[in-house]
């Protein structure tokens, strides 16, 4: 029986050590707080997220980092894009040079301007590193709802390994080896889906939103294009799949994120109200520190960070896209193909 541990005890940590858990599989889950973890195997409940969802009985809480690493030789990452560096930092004291790990959180770190892979690569040079991404909310994972990600890894046979151990009769993952298109995919959608959010407040109406979520698709595909990924991974449910749910669900934390901007709350107050991280908030200010150094034109990205950091109105929104000088949809650098049929 293979031996999982997942760290970070927020919901989607929550729901996919319970996923596991009820696969049979032997799953630890590591949280922060040592009250959280006696809550968990006190009461079968995570007392902060997914409250009213009775865990599966074989799951077992610890706060310990080292017997969390000691419990596993499958080790999955849940803790957010902002700390994941130091959480990596700590762990590599427990873990394995050669560690399997999975990351599951979507971002971008804002000092560095670095995706997860890459800090990896600098904390963990000799691990085997995956990343699982695409449209998948952790209410309904828990409750057990279809749900189709893609996990990705530049080590041969890594992808497919946590490809069985995350499938199941109703979670199903796809293997891929293009990385950077899952990270940008995940990570950039989160800001896309604030934009939706403020433009539901503001009533702007479904054709507005069709757009947002277009030329936010064009972004992520400008950005992915920078970094090696693959078109058809931005096409897939890393990008097209995760930015459709994140983009017209209330379930999405960015969107009600959004929504709550829209409706006239800060920044600060917004993030109060919604109680849990929304990365989007985080990734955007990474994303305008350092797209500029690649050269790449993120115009929707800008207007959210102006909303959110400088106090903009919302309408810079649509400003940012119908102000600007008129383009061709698809820009050259985008076709992949040396002739167009």
């Not at 930092?89 to 990351?103: E, I, L, Q, S, Y």
């Not at 946590?162 to 293997?175: D, L, M, T, V």
């Not at 799949?241 to 994120?257: A, H, I, K, P, Q």
């Given at each position: 029986m293979k031996k999982i541990t997942v760290y970070g005890a927020g919901s989607w940590g929550t729901a996919l050590a319970d996923l596991l858990a009820r696969k049979g599989l032997e799953t630890t889950l590591w949280c922060r707080?040592?009250?959280?973890?006696r809550a968990i195997n006190a009461t079968g409940r995570n007392p902060d997220y997914l409250k009213n969802c009775d865990l599966c009985p074989s799951l077992a809480a610890v706060s310990s980092l080292e017997e969390a690493a000691e419990a596993s030789d499958h080790h999955v990452s849940a803790v957010p894009t902002q700390s994941v560096r130091s959480f990596f930092?700590?762990?590599?004291?427990?873990?394995?040079?050669?560690?399997?790990?999975?990351?599951v959180a979507k971002g971008i770190e804002i000092e560095s301007g670095l995706r997860i892979s890459q800090i990896a690569s600098e904390i963990l040079p000799h691990s085997r590193f995956s990343v699982l991404s695409g449209p998948s909310h952790a209410e309904e994972v828990f409750a057990g709802k279809p749900t189709a990600v893609v996990v990705a890894s530049a080590v041969p046979g890594e992808a497919e390994i946590?490809?069985?151990?995350?499938?199941?009769?109703?979670?199903?993952?796809?293997?891929?080896d293009d990385v950077p298109g899952v990270e940008i995919g995940g990570a950039v959608k989160n800001v896309i889906a604030i934009a939706a959010?403020?433009?539901?407040?503001?009533?702007?109406?479904?054709?507005?939103?069709?757009?947002?979520?277009?030329?936010?698709?064009a972004e992520i595909m400008r950005l992915g294009a920078k970094s090696g990924a693959h078109p058809l991974t931005l096409a897939g449910l890393a990008g097209v799949?995760?930015?459709?749910?994140?983009?017209?669900?209330?379930?999405?934390?960015?969107?009600?994120?959004g929504?709550?901007?829209g409706e006239g709350k800060t920044l600060q107050q917004a993030m109060a109200f919604l109680g849990q991280v929304a990365e989007g908030a985080y990734t955007?200010?990474?994303?305008?520190?350092?797209?500029?150094?690649?050269?790449?034109?993120?115009?929707l990205t800008e207007a959210v960070y102006a909303i959110l950091y400088n106090g903009k109105e919302p309408e810079c929104m649509i400003e940012s896209l119908?102000?600007?000088?008129?383009k061709p949809e698809l820009p050259p650098e985008m076709y992949w193909g040396k002739e167009r049929l």
């Open positions: 707080r040592d009250e959280q973890a930092d700590t762990a590599a004291r427990f873990w394995p040079k050669n560690v399997r790990v999975c990351n946590w490809q069985e151990i995350f499938s199941g009769a109703r979670f199903r993952a796809y293997s891929s959010g403020i433009a539901s407040a503001k009533e702007m109406g479904y054709n507005t939103l069709a757009a947002l979520a277009s030329r936010g698709l799949g995760d930015l459709m749910v994140t983009c017209f669900s209330r379930l999405s934390r960015n969107y009600r994120l929504m709550a901007i955007v200010e990474a994303l305008v520190r350092h797209s500029r150094e690649a050269g790449v034109e993120l115009p119908f102000g600007r000088e008129l």
